[in-house]
């Protein structure tokens, strides 16, 4: 199946550093979610979005739908010691129910 | 808590034992999936279900088994697993056809291992 290109693969950052990540597809999406999944445990989303050039806001995090439909952004501000875990990009090009899914971004917060 | 609940969390069992994962939404979402997570590999769909019918079987061995009796509970029935199914299998719900289609609610995961 399609896979999404999602970088960087993981990020060693100082607390209080603002993270950035990304997402990009060959294809045009109709939906990017954004999930972050802790160990053990399911991803659980963050950030979704619907429309091309959305700009998404979820406390710290920001989230952009790109307007070639082809990529997304995801933005952590002022990172804590929680924000630690595995970012995961997931798109869907709106036909039936698909979603595809990026290889994730891990997120280590050093104190 | 998402809405969509899982058990067993963990489960280990032989290679010719027969054992099922449940699912169960909450959230009134016409649309459940199941995926699987492997260690460094992106989440692999392995079926969709819609109103209760397969719409989705995503050339997963015959080994695996879904079940969907109605909207909210679905099932995985393993049968003669292979050590390299051990993976944490995660199940999902989604509102399908609605406006909020693309919103997808992952349970927490039932971690598998084949031995």
């Known amino acids: 199946g399609q896979q999404l290109n999602q970088s960087p693969q993981s990020m060693f950052i100082q607390e209080g550093e603002d993270v950035s990540m990304n997402c990009t597809s060959s294809?045009?999406?109709?939906?990017w979610l954004w999930y972050k999944q802790d160990p053990g445990e399911g991803p659980v989303l963050l950030i979704a979005?619907?429309?091309?050039?959305e700009l998404t806001s979820n406390g710290r995090l920001t989230a952009q739908f790109g307007i070639t439909r082809k990529d997304s952004f995801l933005n952590i501000s002022a990172s804590i010691p929680s924000d630690v875990g595995i970012y995961f990009c997931?798109?869907?090009?709106?036909?039936?129910?698909?979603?595809?899914f990026g290889t994730g971004t891990s997120l280590t917060v050093i104190p | 808590e998402t809405g969509v609940t899982q058990t067993p969390r963990h489960l280990v069992m032989g290679m010719t034992n027969k054992k099922s994962l449940k699912c169960e939404q909450h959230?009134?979402?016409?649309?459940m999936y199941w995926y699987k997570q492997s260690a460094k590999k992106p989440l692999e769909l392995m079926f969709v279900?819609?109103?209760?019918?397969?719409?989705e079987n995503n050339s997963v061995p015959s080994r695996f088994s879904p079940e969907c009796p109605n909207s909210s509970h679905l099932f995985l029935h393993l049968h003669t697993l292979q050590p390299e199914d051990s993976a944490l299998y995660l199940c999902?719900?989604?509102?399908?056809?609605?406006?909020?289609?693309?919103?997808?609610?992952f349970g927490e995961g039932s971690r598998l291992t084949v031995l």
């Open positions: 959230l009134g979402h016409n649309a």
């Open positions: 997931a798109g869907q090009p709106g036909h039936g129910n698909q979603f595809y």
């Open positions: 999902a719900s989604s509102p399908a056809g609605g406006l909020k289609d693309g919103e997808l609610f």
């Open positions: 279900y819609n109103f209760k019918e397969q719409t």
């Open positions: 294809s045009i999406f109709n939906t």
């Open positions: 979005l619907y429309k091309a050039g």
